[in-house]
């Protein structure tokens, strides 16, 4: 199967930074895969590589077999940037009507109605953008990066301006994409978001990958904790296949069970040990 | 190729909606409305002259006057160039405006294209409107009409056109602000070449005449205006075309058959350059 998303030993200098450092990774069709890493990590140099909005210094990045940047690789793209803006004067139909155009979409009105909808703006249709907040600004950046279908998805920072609902709305519609085997990237900061939605995860830092893996393969193992009549009692070196053993145990001691948890390291204690001391 | 229109309509609309276009429409009208005033005021104290002079004052007044339009012409057409092309490139991407459109199937070379011609759309009616317009409250206020009238217009557009070319190439590689000052400051360097060559004229010094003459032509914008101040008059003869030739804000000075072949190659390599920089730059 071509990947929806390829890229392979991508290095970017910036005379003499080096921004990225041989980053390989995959999206998969359907497949949602988190980009995670401290600011100047080099996440947004990716993502503009495989948009063809920059030139790597070597290696290479394909969109659906199609090399970055090339037409047919631009057209099976959606792209939404960490810092956009729409010119104010548009209102939210018309930037759609506009990259419809551009797209070569033929989705017309249906098409735009929809988007809108999907992201949350059904109301704001002939709302201008210099009158919209910052986070309906960003909800009309991910319906603008939809237009026409895209098989590939980029999205950097998607959330970033959104409330609690918004990001909520964005959750649902990113599973919504994978279920229409759209391939996803998405370059979040929030890991708690990365967590709950993506199947992958890579984690970048100094402009090099760190850890990559799905949530659940990134965590480890902290231990058992049982809620008794007498307390809280920790197994600090039980796994979670040893929780049958652990309550048959208790239960014969004549212990009353309330409650069980496998203790796992969080998203956010991989990646802080991925990172090391990069907070930049 | 197919979202050159798209592009080009996406500026016209952006020229249009925004502010500096009404302050231009308001400059042009207050601009147009004082010329009147000042050259019905011109030509009637003229006529009042009871002889003495060596000239024909009608013409020396109506050649002076529109020669003076034409560089406010000139000038505003500069800055409306100026306005719909310092940030193109380089001062949207900072906005985040041009990053949506550049990953779009439409090709760089599309994009900038599409932005020069709205540009273009913009500013030559606007040149030629207002060339238009000073032409005939010059004929209104004192029954004067230039000896050439459209081919002076087209070359005041067409040296707009290049000044739009010009700020689309500083606007890769400069900040609006920066690319903004940079286009007035070689605006006004064709403004005192032009200056140098009426004084090097008037002292009979080649060497000042040479330099007005290369940085004219360097800058063809200015040689261009030259050439048409030049046809405006150009059958006028004697004293009064010496005075006429002496007036404000440059001298008039034929261009040749050479400049209409120059200034196309001049604007044709500044686009090849701007499209070849921008094909390479990172966003």
Same mark, same amino acid.
């Given at each position: 199967m071509v990947p929806a998303l390829l890229v392979e030993d991508a290095t970017k200098r910036y005379g003499r930074v080096?921004? *990225?450092?041989g980053v390989s990774l995959e999206v998969q069709p359907g497949e949602l895969v988190g980009l995670l890493g401290p600011n100047g990590a080099g996440k947004s140099t990716l993502v503009k590589i495989a948009c063809g909005l920059i030139r790597a210094s070597r290696g290479r990045a394909e969109i659906c077999g199609a090399p970055a940047g090339s037409p047919p690789a631009r057209a099976a793209l959606g792209y939404l940037a960490e810092l956009f803006r729409f010119p104010g004067w548009y209102s939210a139909d018309e930037v759609l009507r506009l990259h419809q155009r551009l797209a070569g979409s033929q989705g017309g009105e249906g098409e735009r109605g929809h988007l809108l909808e999907l992201v949350g703006l059904a109301n704001a249709r002939g709302v201008r953008v210099d009158a919209m907040s910052k986070g309906m600004q960003q909800r009309l950046g991910i319906a603008q990066a939809l237009v026409g279908s895209p098989p590939v998805l980029l999205l950097d920072?998607?959330?970033?301006? *959104?409330?609690p609902a918004g990001r909520q709305t964005v959750r649902a519609l990113l599973e919504e994409l994978r279920d229409r085997e759209i391939g996803v990237l998405l370059n979040s900061h929030l890991l708690s978001e990365v967590e709950l939605v993506c199947d992958r995860v890579v984690i970048l830092s100094r402009g090099r990958v760190v850890a990559e893996g799905s949530p659940e393969d990134l965590s480890q193992a902290r231990g058992v904790e049982i809620e008794t009549d007498e307390g809280m009692r920790l197994f600090?070196?039980?796994?979670?296949?040893q929780v049958p053993g652990l309550v048959e145990q208790l239960v014969r001691e004549g212990r009353q069970i309330y409650g069980v948890r496998v203790l796992t390291t969080s998203l956010e204690e991989e990646y802080l040990e991925a990172v090391g001391g990069d907070t930049a | 190729m197919r979202a050159v229109p798209i592009i080009a309509g996406y500026a016209l609309q952006e020229a249009l909606r925004r502010r500096i276009f009404h302050v231009v429409l308001l400059l042009t009208a207050a601009f147009l409305g004082l010329y009147w005033l000042g050259a019905d005021t011109a030509f009637e104290e003229v006529a009042q002259f009871e002889g003495g002079?060596?000239?024909?004052e009608q013409e020396l007044t109506g050649g002076t006057l529109f020669g003076l339009s034409m560089f406010g012409t000139l000038f505003l057409g500069a800055v409306l160039a100026a306005f719909l092309t310092l940030g193109v490139v380089r001062g949207d991407a900072e906005r985040g405006l041009l990053q949506p459109l550049v990953v779009?199937?439409?090709g760089r070379s599309a994009l900038l294209l599409g932005r020069f011609l709205g540009a273009a759309a913009v500013c030559v009616p606007y040149v030629l409107a207002v060339y238009s317009a000073c032409a005939l409250i010059t004929w209104t206020a004192g029954d004067w009409w230039p000896d050439q009238f459209l081919r002076p217009g087209v070359q005041l557009a067409a040296g707009v056109l290049v000044i739009a070319a010009l700020g689309l190439l500083g606007s890769v590689f400069l900040s609006a602000t920066a690319n903004g000052i940079a286009i007035f400051m070689v605006f006004g360097a064709g403004l005192v070449a032009g200056l140098l060559g009426q004084i090097g004229e008037a002292l009979n010094a080649e060497t000042l005449q040479t330099v007005a003459h290369r940085t004219s032509w360097a800058l063809p914008f200015e040689a261009l205006y030259q050439d048409a101040l030049y046809r405006i008059t150009s059958e006028s003869r004697g004293f009064t075309g010496l005075a006429i030739q002496l007036g404000p804000f440059g001298g008039s000075q034929a261009g040749g058959t050479n400049l209409p072949v120059w200034a196309i190659a001049y604007f044709a390599v500044v686009l090849a350059a701007t499209l070849a920089a921008f094909s390479r730059k990172d966003l």
């Open positions: 080096l921004a *990225l450092d920072e998607p959330t970033s301006a *959104l409330d600090p070196e039980a796994l979670r296949d | 002079l060596p000239v024909e779009r199937p439409v």
